[in-house]
């Protein structure tokens, strides 16, 4: 299942907009200085990317800021934000390193014909991720987010190249509440394709799938929705929170025509959790 930019946008239910803190007489907030959020969610979604049946998956997630440094959750990995913002900015870069540990279809799928063409490898990919968020463009505490994942396959899995741009907007709904919606789509290159979305001669003869070479491309598209409510009804002062999200992809180019996803699958992705978190 992949959760990148899914749970990413879900921990933003974890922390308030830097802009709540910004009022004219600001009280004293969690996040001003050094914090850290850890949670968890339950995600209903696909068994492996371009699957129909559906499974349960826990899904931790981590947010916070260590001595400047801020981390971000992605699927099974962190990135890492180097440039720190100063208080009271309007707009803010974030730079820094990624990594993430991915298990599509490895383990847990449902599909007999999918699972008889044999397990993949686990991949372990490291990158760079940049952004940069505007804030106060229809309210005060609001912000706009662009940014990039851009990764490498480091331990010879699908030996390939990812890219996930994606842009968000944040608003609070109330001093306890907040809303984002996001969009995202995914860019792989041929030895991702290959290994993902093709179906080698050896993997035909043993589910009975017609041999298919992919290519690389744009191979999803999504977007994300998420509710976040403080329970003490105070974002600012830390504690526990919860969320709900969800999300749609739509798989594109190999993604949809591979006969992993066109013949034994689905294009249409769907995916709802519900998390809980605290942050000290």
């Known amino acids: 299942m992949d959760l990148l930019r899914f749970v990413a946008a879900a921990s933003l239910a974890l ?3 830097t802009a709540l803190a910004q ?5 004293a907030s969690k996040f001003d200085g050094d914090y850290l959020t850890v949670g968890a969610a339950g995600v209903y979604g696909p068994s492996y990317e371009g699957s129909d049946d559906y499974v349960l998956s826990p899904v931790p997630v981590l947010q916070g800021r260590i001595a400047g440094i801020g981390i971000s959750p992605r699927q099974g990995g962190l990135a890492l934000d180097l440039i720190p913002d100063a208080r009271g900015e309007r707009i803010g870069f974030a730079l820094g390193p990624v990594a993430r540990y991915s298990r599509n279809r490895h383990g847990r799928i ?10 993949l490898k686990d991949a372990v990919d490291i990158g760079a991720s940049a952004g940069v968020a505007v804030r106060g463009l229809l309210n005060p505490y609001d912000s706009l987010s662009l940014s990039a994942d851009v990764m490498w396959n480091v331990n010879k899995a699908h030996r390939g190249m990812i890219v996930t741009p994606g842009i968000s907007y944040l608003t609070p709904l ?5 809303a984002t919606v ?4 995914r860019h792989v290159d041929d030895d991702f394709a290959d290994y993902y979305y093709g179906v080698s001669p050896a993997q035909s003869l043993a589910s009975g799938l017609p041999v298919h070479a992919a290519h690389g491309g744009w191979a999803r598209a ?4 998420l509710v976040g409510i403080d329970f003490n009804g105070n974002l600012l002062d830390g504690g526990f929170a919860g969320f709900a999200i969800a999300s749609y992809s739509r798989l ?8 992993y996803t066109a013949i034994r699958g689905d294009a249409d992705q769907w995916r709802i959790g519900l998390g ?5």
């Open 182 to 185: 996001g969009v995202s789509a």
């Open 276 to 280: 809980l978190g605290y942050t000290f």
């Open 222 to 225: 999504t977007a994300s929705a």
């Open 15 to 17: 922390i308030p907009a």
């Open 174 to 178: 109330s001093k306890g509440a907040l």
């Open 23 to 27: 009022d004219t007489a600001p009280e």
């Open 252 to 259: 594109l180019g190999e993604a949809r025509r591979t006969p």
């Open 110 to 119: 449902e599909d007999p014909v999918v699972r008889a063409a044999g397990k």
